[in-house]
């Protein structure tokens, strides 16, 4: 048998995104050196250039981010709006960068910016109201395409370079911005036009817009609530299933129409594949060509061309097929998981119906429904699983239902329903139709949601779940194996979610994680049976908490301290409300939001082996003081080993305590995130700490870390959560404390030397 051509475009395809991702030196004379090797013959030549279409993309990517000089600069920006999203007070704007120059001549270039994000603040008083496809004219400050990097938190930055966003920032308002051209109209908001004249706000005109226009921000926070706890999210979002109904729909059509023309030869007839073909990249456009509809109408096209049965490859060598293609075109769609999650399933169809013969009669259809269903819902769930930390427990039983509901009644009765719209008693009829089983769906959903609402299991728990779901999937799905067997199998594998057991402290040591969120301060203390928080991060203007997004699942905190009330510090306050905590602690005549008791200096506790003691503010009335210096300051001793968090207090508090604290110190979280007014030359020079850390936000208008406490630390290793992301240590044991970050600094920035002291310091905001 051979090969074909297929694989090897796929094997191509992923070499080259690997050689682009990986970027080695010499990387162009190498692929000269092969071109010159393989040049006559023209299968290695073909090979090489998909590899090099592959490798250029992400190559692109990797260099197309703003320059750091550039950072948080005032730059005149002309582009497209792409997406217009508004948030309350805010707007988030996706625009396609045509122009952008900064406004100080000595300043790089910006000219290779493809696409920024971003956020425009009480748009409804400063300005117009926006639509997609316009062109503006922004005054904006843009910032590098990072994110914060804890551990088990979305990974912002991936999604930023994946969504091929070279800048995040925001609009100034001096000057205004200006509309620069209007957006020509599009077929799809011609079409919600048309439906919001036609049908009241309601499900059924959200759920049409989605399931037809393929325009899932009409869906409002409960609809993507219910579709997430239930796992049909795949059901809204535009997929295989949506473009491949279009194309089947449009292939039965044209199939009718064919068999009653030509009577005698409709089986021969090739226009209605075409037709097939067309239909699905005329929905896929209408749909507005996202990587999503994309990928789907290069499967569907694949899928058609085996179906017609037609010089056609086998399903191998078309699942092959159809992933060269996409990689090929889009070779940045390697890093997103509905790529996988499509691929997946199609691959795991294949095993399951490769050599069975087609169903026969309802009952049988019926059956291979069930059957298909029931064996997709493990290797989903753990694809759900690693993709987004969640699991859906009703989505087997849901999607059974909502499957065929979707894909054989609501999708054709609203597609039916916009080709009888020159008839409006009919299209009517047909999307009165479509919105009771829309409402009908939307009740399923929400009970089914109730029922069995989804879980998302600790961390420790998921890489051992996704493997056992895989190999349950597998145990089932693969032809050939005893029933025996899958049953022993099965039943083996049940027991592997009861034997997990979470990794624990024992008593005396201490878990430190400096968490990074920004400009602000949040550090996570754990003893073998207790949990300690000291301070609860920033709230940015947005409204933005970090700490919201920190933990998928409810925490338990034996205690939280707040050293102080300003917002970098205290203004994740509110977003604990999701987890529980034991008690408050804040410094008397400090507003935090909630009850607190007042923290003073004296108060001292011991849990698991581990010492607690509170060194400032000292106790009554403490007015006299700034916020800043009445900041709550924490002594933790594991054994030997001694961790200080200062808060904000400056240069005069740190002498009152430094004779309370025996050096040398373990682990110092720097004062005031770094600034020149903490960390004194005497509570270095006393304390002697071996490690620092500096919790500071990248590009951040204060310069932090001062320069000076920079080199005050010198010979020290020091830490910053800019740059390290969440650092992590482990003390009260015999081996010494080692920092684990979130980020490999040397892969950051090319570090010299050991990775911890890679910390750099920029000069304040000059605006």
Same mark, same amino acid.
């Not at 009644?409 to 916009?418: A, H, K, R, S, T």
């Not at 800019?722 to 009260?732: E, I, K, N, Q, T």
């Given at each position: 048998?051979?090969?074909?051509?297929?694989?090897?475009?796929?094997?191509?395809?992923?070499?080259?995104?690997?050689?682009?991702?990986?970027?080695?030196?010499?990387?162009?004379?190498?692929?000269?050196?092969?071109?010159?090797?393989?040049?006559?013959?023209?299968?290695?030549?073909?090979?090489?250039?998909?590899?090099?279409?592959?490798?250029?993309?992400?190559?692109?990517?990797?260099?197309?981010?703003?320059?750091?000089?550039?950072?948080?600069?005032?730059?005149?920006?002309?582009?497209?709006?792409?997406?217009?999203?508004?948030?309350?007070?805010?707007?988030?704007?996706?625009?396609?960068?045509?122009?952008?120059?900064?406004?100080?001549?000595?300043?790089?270039?910006?000219?290779? $910016?493809?696409?920024?994000?971003?956020?425009?603040?009480?748009?409804?008083?400063?300005?117009?109201?926006?639509?997609?496809?316009?062109?503006?004219?922004?005054?904006?400050?843009?910032?590098?395409?990072?994110?914060?990097?804890?551990?088990?938190?979305?990974?912002?930055?991936?999604?930023?370079?994946?969504?091929?966003?070279?800048?995040?920032?925001?609009?100034?308002?001096?000057?205004?911005?200006?509309?620069?051209?209007?957006?020509? /109209?599009?077929?799809?908001?011609?079409?919600?036009?048309?439906?919001?004249?036609?049908?009241?706000?309601?499900?059924?005109?959200?759920?049409?817009?989605?399931?037809?226009?393929?325009?899932?921000?009409?869906?409002?926070?409960?609809?993507?609530?219910?579709?997430?706890?239930?796992?049909? !999210?795949?059901?809204?979002?535009?997929?295989?299933?949506?473009?491949?109904?279009?194309?089947?729909?449009?292939?039965?059509?044209?199939?009718?129409?064919?068999?009653?023309?030509?009577?005698?030869?409709?089986?021969?007839?090739?226009?209605?594949?075409?037709?097939?073909?067309?239909?699905?990249?005329?929905?896929?456009?209408?749909?507005?060509?996202?990587?999503?509809?994309?990928?789907?109408?290069?499967?569907?096209?694949?899928?058609?061309?085996?179906?017609?049965?037609?010089?056609?490859?086998?399903?191998?060598?078309?699942?092959?097929?159809?992933?060269?293609?996409?990689?090929?075109?889009?070779?940045?769609?390697?890093?997103?998981?509905?790529?996988?999650?499509?691929?997946?399933?199609?691959?795991?169809?294949?095993?399951?119906?490769?050599?069975?013969?087609?169903?026969?009669?309802?009952?049988?259809?019926?059956?291979?429904?069930?059957?298909?269903?029931?064996?997709?819902?493990?290797?989903?769930?753990?694809?759900?699983?690693?993709?987004?930390?969640?699991?859906?427990?009703?989505?087997?039983?849901?999607?059974?239902?909502?499957?065929?509901?979707?894909?054989?009644?609501?999708? /054709?009765?609203?597609?039916?329903?916009?080709?009888?719209?020159?008839?409006?008693?009919?299209?009517?009829?047909?999307?009165?139709?479509?919105?009771? $089983?829309?409402?009908?769906?939307?009740?399923?959903?929400?009970?089914?949601?109730?029922?069995?609402?989804?879980?998302?299991?600790?961390?420790?728990?998921?890489?051992?779940?996704?493997?056992?779901?895989?190999?349950?999937?597998?145990?089932?799905?693969?032809?050939?194996?005893?029933?025996?067997?899958?049953?022993?199998?099965? $039943?083996?594998?049940?027991?592997?979610?009861?034997?997990?057991?979470?990794?624990?402290?024992?008593?005396?040591?201490?878990?430190?994680?400096?968490?990074?969120?920004?400009?602000?301060?949040?550090?996570?203390?754990?003893?073998?049976?207790?949990?300690?928080?000291?301070?609860?991060?920033?709230?940015?203007?947005?409204?933005?908490?970090?700490?919201?997004?920190?933990?998928?699942?409810?925490?338990?905190?034996?205690?939280?301290?707040?050293?102080?009330?300003?917002?970098?510090?205290?203004?994740?306050?509110?977003?604990?409300?999701?987890?529980?905590?034991?008690?408050?602690?804040?410094?008397?005549?400090?507003?935090?939001?909630?009850?607190?008791?007042?923290?003073?200096?004296?108060?001292?506790?011991?849990?698991?082996?581990?010492?607690?003691?509170?060194?400032?503010?000292?106790?009554?009335?403490?007015?006299?003081?700034?916020?800043?210096?009445?900041?709550?300051?924490?002594?933790?001793?594991?054994?030997?080993?001694?961790?200080?968090?200062?808060?904000?207090?400056?240069?005069?508090?740190?002498?009152?305590?430094?004779?309370?604290?025996?050096?040398?110190?373990?682990?110092?979280?720097?004062?005031?995130?770094?600034?020149?007014?903490?960390?004194?030359?005497?509570?270095?020079?006393?304390?002697?700490?071996?490690?620092?850390?500096?919790?500071?936000?990248?590009?951040?208008?204060?310069?932090?870390?001062?320069?000076?406490?920079?080199?005050?630390?010198?010979?020290?290793?020091?830490?910053? !959560?800019?740059?390290?992301?969440?650092?992590?240590?482990?003390?009260?044991?015999?081996?010494?404390?080692?920092?684990?970050?979130?980020?490999?600094?040397?892969?950051?920035?090319?570090?010299?030397?050991?990775?911890?002291?890679?910390?750099?310091?920029?000069?304040?905001?000059?605006?």
């Amino acid at each position: 048998m051979r090969m074909g051509w297929a694989l090897p475009l796929a094997a191509a395809a992923l070499l080259g995104i690997a050689v682009g991702w990986l970027a080695p030196a010499g990387i162009l004379e190498a692929g000269l050196l092969v071109g010159l090797m393989a040049w006559r013959h023209w299968r290695w030549m073909a090979w090489l250039l998909v590899a090099a279409l592959s490798a250029w993309p992400v190559l692109q990517a990797a260099s197309a981010s703003l320059p750091q000089g550039l950072s948080r600069e005032d730059l005149q920006l002309e582009g497209r709006l792409l997406q217009v999203e508004p948030q309350g007070e805010l707007t988030r704007l996706l625009v396609r960068v045509e122009a952008c120059r900064p406004e100080v001549a000595q300043r790089p270039t910006c000219d290779r $910016l493809r696409r920024v994000r971003l956020t425009l603040f009480d748009a409804e008083a400063q300005a117009p109201e926006m639509r997609p496809g316009e062109r503006w004219r922004f005054m904006v400050r843009l910032r590098p395409p990072t994110g914060f990097a804890n551990p088990n938190t979305f990974d912002y930055a991936a999604w930023l370079w994946r969504e091929r966003i070279d800048a995040t920032g925001y609009v100034r308002h001096d000057p205004e911005p200006l509309r620069m051209s209007s957006a020509p /109209p599009l077929p799809a908001q011609r079409g919600l036009a048309y439906l919001d004249g036609r049908l009241e706000e309601g499900v059924a005109r959200r759920w049409l817009a989605a399931l037809t226009l393929g325009v899932g921000e009409r869906l409002d926070p409960d609809d993507w609530t219910r579709l997430n706890a239930t796992g049909t !999210t795949h059901l809204v979002v535009i997929s295989g299933l949506h473009v491949g109904l279009v194309a089947a729909f449009t292939l039965l059509l044209g199939r009718g129409v064919a068999r009653l023309a030509v009577p005698g030869r409709w089986r021969l007839v090739t226009w209605p594949w075409w037709l097939a073909g067309a239909a699905a990249v005329g929905y896929a456009m209408l749909a507005g060509f996202a990587p999503p509809a994309q990928r789907a109408m290069l499967m569907t096209l694949v899928g058609l061309w085996v179906a017609s049965g037609r010089h056609a490859p086998g399903p191998w060598q078309a699942w092959w097929l159809a992933l060269g293609v996409v990689l090929l075109l889009d070779p940045i769609a390697l890093w997103r998981p509905g790529l996988w999650l499509s691929f997946v399933a199609v691959a795991l169809l294949i095993v399951i119906w490769q050599g069975r013969q087609r169903p026969r009669g309802a009952r049988g259809w019926l059956w291979a429904l069930v059957r298909t269903q029931l064996l997709l819902a493990p290797l989903m769930a753990a694809a759900v699983l690693v993709a987004f930390d969640r699991v859906a427990p009703a989505a087997p039983l849901v999607n059974l239902v909502a499957v065929p509901l979707v894909s054989i009644l609501m999708v /054709p009765l609203g597609l039916l329903g916009w080709l009888l719209f020159w008839m409006p008693p009919l299209s009517g009829l047909c999307w009165w139709l479509f919105g009771l $089983l829309a409402e009908m769906l939307h009740g399923l959903l929400g009970a089914a949601m109730s029922w069995l609402p989804a879980w998302s299991p600790a961390p420790w728990q998921r890489w051992p779940l996704a493997l056992t779901l895989i190999l349950l999937a597998m145990c089932w799905a693969l032809p050939g194996l005893p029933r025996r067997l899958r049953l022993v199998a099965s $039943l083996a594998l049940g027991l592997v979610p009861l034997s997990l057991a979470p990794p624990s402290l024992l008593p005396g040591q201490l878990q430190v994680r400096v968490h990074d969120v920004g400009q602000g301060q949040l550090v996570d203390l754990r003893t073998a049976n207790h949990r300690l928080l000291y301070d609860a991060g920033p709230r940015f203007r947005s409204g933005f908490m970090p700490l919201a997004g920190l933990w998928a699942r409810p925490q338990r905190f034996d205690r939280v301290i707040v050293s102080h009330d300003d917002l970098d510090h205290a203004g994740g306050v509110p977003a604990l409300a999701a987890h529980a905590v034991g008690a408050f602690m804040a410094p008397r005549g400090e507003q935090i939001g909630v009850p607190f008791e007042a923290c003073r200096a004296g108060q001292s506790w011991q849990w698991d082996g581990v010492t607690f003691s509170l060194l400032w503010p000292p106790p009554g009335d403490n007015s006299e003081w700034s916020s800043n210096d009445r900041s709550c300051v924490l002594l933790v001793e594991a054994g030997a080993q001694r961790v200080l968090i200062t808060g904000d207090v400056g240069r005069q508090v740190e002498r009152y305590f430094l004779l309370d604290v025996e050096a040398p110190l373990t682990l110092l979280v720097a004062g005031h995130h770094g600034s020149h007014t903490s960390t004194g030359p005497q509570l270095v020079k006393w304390l002697d700490p071996h490690q620092v850390v500096f919790s500071a936000g990248r590009d951040n208008p204060y310069g932090h870390p001062s320069d000076v406490v920079v080199r005050r630390l010198r010979g020290r290793c020091l830490w910053n !959560t800019a740059l390290d992301g969440a650092v992590s240590w482990r003390l009260g044991d015999a081996s010494p404390a080692t920092g684990e970050p979130m980020r490999d600094l040397a892969a950051w920035r090319g570090g010299v030397g050991d990775r911890c002291h890679g910390v750099e310091s920029a000069p304040p905001d000059a605006h």
